[in-house]
């Protein structure tokens, strides 16, 4: 399992959809994955809009209608974003429910069986975001609870789960460190993966930000992936920057 640490509006959700819609569209000798996306924070129609931005590389302003294609390339990418993305839902290689389809553990473990069983793929839950999940119970309790469940999921269910989740509100400005995740000792310990999520350009501001990139004359952000724990077999430690 991998977890998404972040500050609030860093990021976190729209790397967790990027993973997501990569691995929705992989293809392993005609054997499909199926990625199922709990929105525990947006609706459907977020998600739908956010993951055609992803698929055509293209701005919310034109998937979401609010402003017309200018280009032919525009013209071409929207239509290749909702031709994909319908693909990837109709096949259940892609699907997104939010709270107003499952509103329970045990309503989302049941959601992965079903797929499971349905498709025969090896299926894969984002849940975004783990401290939104319906539980009872204080904070610490919150997260017991969460971490057993993303267990049960990857150790019984044998699913790959990738979660985001809030860190604790820090003083210090800068990149997070493992000490700033929520519930650290348990989640640190329960996350195979855990990669940090930051932008320096929603903390410090478009002018303050020493890295960025410029789109139509405006300073645009960089997200920092920093991977502080990776107790896999595959890849290692390290930062890497997306646009």
Known sequence: NIILPGDSHHGKSIVANSIGISMASLTNENKHCSVLYWALDDSFQAISLRSMSII?????????GLR??????????LKYARETLSSLISEQRFVVKDTYDIDSLQLASQWIQKTQDKTGNDVI?????????????????HIEQSMDWINYLTNILRCCVIATTHNRKRNAPGEPSLSDLKGNNKTVYVGKIIMSIYNQMQEVGPDNATIGWVKNGKRQPII????????????GKGKSYFK
């Open 68 to 77: 017309r294609p200018t280009t032919d390339d525009e013209i071409k990418a």
């Open 125 to 141: 839950m984002i849940v975004d975001a783990l401290n939104d999940l319906p539980i009872d119970g204080d904070d610490f309790s």
């Open 224 to 235: 920092c992936a920093n991977v502080m724990k990776n107790k896999t077999f595959f890849g």
């Open 56 to 64: 055509g590389k293209i701005d919310k302003e034109l998937i979401g």
